[in-house]
């Protein structure tokens, strides 16, 4: 979603895909390449630039592109998945490869859209979009901007449409949404399952009021008309911002979370590079300022990277949010407050949040809480747990009794 409020432009979103595929912040230098380079992206090659820009990247682990990210030109752009009439190609961009080459080779949103259009009409869109489910593909959306435009471009297949962002707020979700494009390409029984209208429905409003990086991290913390998860046994909790697996149908989770402020001469991005922001806090980062936090993460479990260390919390809380999430979110919200009004350096942010995390994750161990979930959920979890190589009781590293 973005908001337009009196000093500029707000853009924020959450990544929802599978619920063991780690996403970590990916940051990379301006260059220049040599000439007839190629670059290979997720699934095909195509040719190199001349130069790149510097970028921030929301990147899932196993694939070149991104879900969401920023160019030194102030540049943001997020992706959707969209479920359209399009028949699939065997191979060609994913929408996050496309995502990553738009933010490496534009200057303006509107380059943006330019460089997206080319490389679709040109390659097309094909190939796996997940690691965990390889005969899983889709078109793609996205949301792009910059201090002075933001732009919806919307894709079937090699087709597109865009729209310029006219109001006050502007969403999307896993749905085709400008108008004649969606009338005539829109696949309603996926996008129905995806139930993306609910989700846009809060998004559209929140971001409509929003005048601050605040209101749009409460929106994407948001479950919802309820305070904590509610559950549908065919797509788990996927009709809040908030998105918690645990559907038959559908089991996706919110796996990242980004927030940019294109207002004034420099731009702030408050990032969680963690699963679930209603779990998580939300930490400022630069397109100019690389942080080193850790290795890599991939599937498996795996401590000494951000997005692992997280799901120690993340997998205790969502036991039981409505007791759990209480126990820390007051000190959260404090520390993201002072945050908001005067940013700190990245890596001192990061180092904070960590020890604050260490210190959640013991109260709320020490406590042994049970897990109200729905059974079917708690299952879903449980095989969660083992793919990823977590112990039985849903936290990793914890070596207590099953609840």
């Not at 534009?106 to 005969?135: K, M, T």
């Not at 502007?170 to 005539?184: C, D, E, M, Y």
């Not at 940019?260 to 991005?269: N, Q």
């Not at 936090?293 to 997998?315: Q, S």
């Amino acid at each position: 979603m973005v908001a337009r409020t009196d000093g500029g432009w707000l853009f924020a979103k959450n990544s929802d895909r599978d619920p063991n595929e780690a996403q970590f912040l990916d940051w990379r230098p301006a260059q220049v390449h040599t000439r007839d380079a190629t670059v290979r992206c997720t699934w095909i090659e195509v040719p190199q630039a001349a130069s790149t820009r510097a970028v921030l990247l929301s990147r899932p682990w196993w694939m070149w592109g991104a879900e969401m990210g920023a160019n030194d030109a102030g540049v943001v752009i997020g992706n959707e998945a969209v479920f359209t009439d399009a028949h699939e190609e065997t191979t060609g961009l994913l929408g996050m490869d496309l995502l990553r080459l738009a933010l490496e080779r534009s200057s303006s949103a509107a380059d943006a859209v330019q460089v997206i259009v080319h490389h679709l009409e040109r390659y097309g869109q094909g190939g796996s979009c997940s690691f965990d489910h390889p005969g899983f593909s889709y078109d793609n959306s996205f949301l792009i901007a910059d201090r002075d435009e933001a732009i919806v471009v919307e894709t079937a297949g090699r087709r597109w449409a865009t729209e310029v962002v006219t109001g006050a707020a502007r969403s999307i979700s896993n749905g085709l949404t400008i108008p004649a494009f969606a009338r005539k390409h829109r696949d309603r029984l996926r996008s129905t399952v995806a139930a993306c209208d609910a989700r846009r429905a809060i998004t559209t409003a929140a971001a409509t009021a929003a005048v601050d990086v605040s209101d749009l991290a409460r929106t994407l913390r948001s479950h919802g008309s309820t305070r904590t998860p509610r559950y549908r046994f065919h797509n788990g909790a996927m009709s809040a911002p908030c998105m918690h697996a645990g559907g038959l149908l559908a089991s996706s989770q919110t796996t990242a979370s980004w927030i940019a402020d294109l207002r004034g001469d420099s731009d702030v991005h408050w990032v969680t590079a963690t699963a679930a922001p209603c779990t998580s806090i939300f930490v400022p980062a630069r397109v100019d300022e690389s942080c080193d936090l850790g290795p890599t993460p991939t599937n498996r479990c795996d401590e000494a990277t951000l997005w692992w260390r997280h799901e120690r919390l993340h997998r205790l809380v969502t036991r039981d949010p409505g007791a759990l999430l209480a126990r820390y979110s007051h000190v959260r919200d404090r520390t993201e407050a002072r945050w908001f009004d005067q940013p700190p350096r990245s890596a001192d942010a990061f180092a904070h949040s960590e020890q604050l995390r260490r210190d959640w994750i013991a109260g709320i161990g020490a406590a042994r809480p049970l897990d109200v979930r729905p059974s079917a959920v708690r299952r879903r979890w449980r095989r969660l747990d083992r793919a990823a190589g977590i112990s039985e009781v849903g936290a990793p590293g914890n070596t207590g009794a099953s609840a």
